[in-house]
């Protein structure tokens, strides 16, 4: 078994508010990853916070509004979502950095396969939003083999890219 996470390849993060050359270069690598290789599903995060988002926790840590449900910013790239449209997919919307969902669906799903199963991690933020999602899945699926693709995921600096895919090398998750 096969399965493909797309990690919150939004406008805002990719074309907008947030947005780098990094990030929108990281559109066309994700449209890659999803066209090379048959998956038996494929599951799509998206970031999603509501109005009072300055009013968070993250929202004061992180005072740039992004990802308001509703609004341009937050739909998923529409290369992506073409991508992706004939194949197995779902999205889970996320209000927070790692989704419990996301874990729990894969868990639920496969946790009797995870001796053959491969989770595939591509999108970004490599060191927020990837990373937590990673790590989540690897408590969940320890026997499952977790890969990042790091020209397919990118991050604030490609600085904070690199420190993130060592840290989940750390921690057992292949980095391709």
């Known amino acids: 078994m096969k399965i493909l996470v797309i990690v919150d390849m939004q406008n805002d993060f990719t074309s907008g508010v947030l947005g ?16 090379e290789d048959n998956y038996d599903k494929i599951f799509l995060t998206r970031d999603t916070h ?9 929202g004061r840590n992180l005072p740039v509004e992004h990802c308001i449900e509703g609004t341009i910013g937050w739909q ?22 790692g989704s419990l969902k996301l874990a729990e669906d894969i868990k639920t799903e496969y946790e009797n396969k995870q001796d053959n199963l491969e989770i595939v991690l591509v999108g ?28 397919a995921c990118a991050c604030v600096t490609p600085e904070s890219h690199k420190i993130a895919l060592d840290a989940m090398k750390m921690c057992q998750i292949n980095i391709d």
């Open 76 to 97: 998923i790239r529409e290369e992506i979502m073409k991508a992706v449209s004939d194949n197995n997919f779902c999205i889970i919307d996320k209000p927070v950095f």
């Open 124 to 151: 970004v933020c490599t060191g927020i939003c990837v990373i937590s999602n990673a790590m989540l899945l690897k408590a969940a699926l320890p026997e499952a083999v977790i890969t990042v693709k790091a020209d």
């Open 50 to 58: 509501q109005k009072n988002y300055l009013e968070t926790q993250e």
């Open 20 to 35: 780098n050359n990094e990030c929108e270069e990281a559109v066309s690598k994700v449209v890659e990853v999803i066209n």
